[in-house]
């Protein structure tokens, strides 16, 4: 259980219900995530107790209904469905139908007014990388296009002088684009020989929350570009 949640519950008086809270997850369209909630309360009617609800990226006055009383919104019931609904679990499967269902997704005891949530960052498709060549360097543009409201950070790595710029969109399909620009050759010891082992590594860190707050749940994801050089 997040220390947040446990937070949650000293303020509000009480013994925290839930005995499992949803992770945050980096899913590619066609993928399916699981977000976990459940309550100690040992009563197969608990789920009844349990809402679960969408908010949208960079909008959180604007959400969806996903399950109310045990039943998933006719809306969504395409590619979300109810799993383990018994001895207070209330998860929520979802096979990522489009970008749309990214978002903060927020599991509510009714009966407790407490909240457990998670991110979900939807990728159009894996990071990818493209090469541009000069007379004298070429450069390596890395890029990835994300929905949701944490933000991956894009890095590059590798050995010889090279010059790295990095590019953002705040639009709602955000983009990050890296690009480094490396010389044809470099010198060691008088001679000449190439750059190698330039690698571009795409991962989501404890800061990338929009809030702010440097997180310990962060979204198990990670991609590496293959190496270049001259």
Known sequence: MSALIIIFCLIIG?????????????KRIGDTVVMRCCTNEND??????????????????????????????????????????????????IKVKASSDAGRYECRNTSTEEIASAELVVL???????????????SVTCSVRFVGNWAPEINWSGQGDATIEETASDSPDREIRRTVT??????????????????????????????????????????TSIGFGA
């Open 14 to 26: 009480g013994q925290c219900s839930f005995h499992r809270t949803p992770l945050n997850a980096v």
């Open 124 to 138: 159009d498709s894996d990071p990818e990388c493209v090469v541009k060549t000069n007379d004298d360097s070429y």
């Open 182 to 223: 490396l010389p044809r050759t470099r010198k060691i010891d008088g001679k000449e020989t190439g750059i190698t082992n330039y690698r571009c590594t795409v991962k989501f860190t404890g800061k990338g929350r929009p809030d702010g707050i440097t997180a310990t749940n962060v979204p198990d994801y990670k991609w």
């Open 44 to 93: 197969d009617r608990q789920c009844g107790n349990l809402t679960w609800m969408r908010y949208k990226p960079n909008s959180p006055s604007e959400f969806d209904v996903l399950l109310m009383l045990s039943n998933v919104s006719n809306k969504f019931s395409d590619h979300i469905s109810l799993v383990n609904s018994s001895d207070g679990d209330c998860d929520l499967k």
